[in-house]
């Protein structure tokens, strides 16, 4: 049975004893609502809860186990050599046999491995089936002992509420954990990755080809890994795009804020902001199709040499895309200046301009640095438009004319190659996305920093 029939099953569970509840709650009252402690909803509300949780934890904790369960009945029936053998080559013939039970096609198949693939589809149906019991069990103990306990002096709404709580609580938790969960598995690959290749190869190195990194060279790893040609593509591309995006977002924000009627915001906003959400494959094609040939066209015509991939191209229209980060954030900071600012500079004389340059705009000064720094963080992690209109090339090169490449580029093609998981040419992908999580955690600090500080003295 499946996992999606068995939770729709103890979710009718659940909503048996919420009906059932209610009723025995005007039951035990004696037909007069008035005397429960909660309202009738409540009882039944409590006991669905229970039963819900019960059996959701029932299956949650059950599939963790499994795992392992299936995972130990698959290698029982491996011959010796292959499950006491190599720890890779185990995990592959495991997969393997997983995949031939679920429908899947595997290109390697032992004559060994048909044992384990019946053992292992006897035991998936056994332990599905004992999922499906146990599961429905649960839910209807839960349910069942809450449902016994219905009285008129039951705080019911109490209890519901506490569960909420505590479910608005696990809500709350799961960001910090994924968070925690991603930091902690870059950080455990990206030691691993420093215990092959030196720290000074990696920061200091100014050559970039892990590929054939240690193939009929001397010095194996060194020089192979340096990081800086990457790390000066990702900086030079968003310093780029904040060119671009910096004066037209701020221009607008004050454009929409002080100059704009109420009916060309209403509808100019809302246009500006549809930037956002247009996907970043859409910028990589109109930069690789549209862009990039004109900036190309337009450098011939005045004698320059300029690629139609390269960090111009990949900058301007990065720049285009982060224009709503810094005009709609900007905008909603400037709206919120007291008014009380601006009717005192204009009571004192001062012109329209002036106000905008002299009071309004070192008032929201703060929260302006916010938004470009959150703008930046964005330009630093972005992919797709690098791949599609700067390349993949490596290049130390001052010129933006020529063809770069960025931090997070490097990052997809590492993982995306047919080398061994524990490689160094793979473990290096995590270290790469260590050092931007550093840098990106770093300018969303000081943002929020910069924020907090200063927010309060225009409160």
Not at 404 to 424: A, C, H, R, W, Y
Request: charged share 15%.
């Amino acid at each position: 049975m499946s996992v999606s029939i068995l939770l729709l099953l103890v979710l009718g569970i659940s909503i048996v004893f919420y009906v059932l509840g209610g009723r025995r709650a005007i039951k035990t009252a004696g037909g007069d609502g008035r005397t429960l402690h909660s309202r009738p909803t409540y009882y039944g509300m409590y006991s669905a809860l229970w039963a819900a949780i019960l059996g959701v934890v029932v299956i949650v904790l059950w599939r963790i186990g499994q795992t392992f369960f299936l995972d130990s009945t698959i290698i029982d029936a491996l011959p010796d050599d292959i499950a006491n053998g190599d720890a890779n080559q185990l995990r592959l013939v495991i997969s393997t046999v997983k995949s031939l039970v679920s429908g899947g096609v595997a290109s390697q198949i032992q004559p060994y491995m048909n044992p384990a693939v019946e053992a292992y589809r006897s035991a998936l149906h056994l332990t599905s089936w004992a999922l499906a019991a146990a599961a429905l069990v649960a839910a209807a103990f839960g349910g069942g002992i809450i449902f016994a306990r219905i009285n008129p002096e039951m705080r019911a709404r109490n209890e519901v509420e506490r569960i909420a709580r505590y479910g608005l609580i696990a809500c709350a938790s799961v960001a910090i954990l994924t968070t925690a969960g991603i930091v902690l598995s870059m950080l455990f690959e990206t030691i691993h990755f420093f215990k092959v290749v030196p720290l000074s190869n990696f920061f200091l190195g100014t050559e970039w080809d892990p590929r054939f990194s240690s193939a009929g060279r001397d010095g194996g790893d060194a020089g192979q890994f340096g990081m800086i040609p990457l790390m000066a593509g990702t900086m030079y591309v968003a310093f780029v795009a904040m060119l671009v995006a910096v004066p037209i977002g701020l221009l607008a924000a004050m454009y929409l804020s002080e100059y704009a009627s109420p009916m060309f915001r209403s509808f100019a906003k809302p246009m500006l902001e549809i930037l956002a959400g247009i996907p970043t494959v859409v910028y990589g094609f109109f930069a690789l199709v549209t862009v990039g040939p004109f900036l190309r066209d337009t450098g011939t015509m005045f004698g320059l040499d300029v690629d139609a991939r390269s960090v111009l191209t990949a900058g301007i229209v990065m720049g285009i895309m982060i224009i709503p980060f810094i005009s709609s954030l900007s905008d909603d900071i400037i709206t919120q200046v007291p008014r009380s600012l601006r009717e005192g500079s204009l009571g004192l004389g001062a012109t329209k301009s002036e106000t905008i340059r002299k009071v309004i705009f070192p008032a929201a000064l703060p929260g302006i640095v916010g938004s470009i720094l959150l703008a930046a963080s964005r330009a630093i992690g972005e992919t797709m438009i690098v791949v599609m209109a700067a390349g993949v090339a490596a290049n130390l090169s001052g010129n933006p004319f020529e063809p770069m490449t960025t931090v997070t580029v490097k990052i997809v093609n590492q993982l995306t190659g047919d080398n061994e998981f524990t490689s160094p040419q793979t473990l290096v992908a995590f270290a790469l996305g260590m050092t931007l999580f550093v840098i990106t955690l770093g300018l969303n600090i000081f943002a929020l920093h910069i924020v907090r500080k200063y927010r309060e003295q225009y409160d």
